[in-house]
């Protein structure tokens, strides 16, 4: 897959994709760091720690949260289709 193809999506993007407000993708992200700094393996809802940083911002792959979003579907969570 070229890097075209799998573009980076910062917590904005991330909200649209998810259907949630992005301050809710800031807690997600919190949520997450705190169980990786507490030795706690990540859960399937849990949303990736980011694939970088560029400059202080978290950015991940539409790939990553592509996956993220499936395994919240098999938990009854809504997604928000990415044609909107």
């Given at each position: ?11 904005e993007g991330v909200a649209k994709q998810a259907g949630v407000a992005t301050e ?31 400059g202080r911002s978290p950015v991940w792959r539409q790939s990553t949260i592509d ?18």
């Amino acid at each position: 897959m070229k890097q075209d193809d799998d573009p980076y999506l910062d917590t904005e993007g991330v909200a649209k994709q998810a259907g949630v407000a992005t301050e809710s993708v800031r807690i997600y992200l919190k949520r997450t760091r705190r169980r990786l700094r507490g030795g706690q393996a990540l859960r399937p809802q849990d949303l990736p720690d980011a694939d970088r940083t560029l400059g202080r911002s978290p950015v991940w792959r539409q790939s990553t949260i592509d996956a993220w979003l499936a395994a919240r579907v098999g938990r009854g969570r809504p997604r928000s289709s990415s044609e909107d």
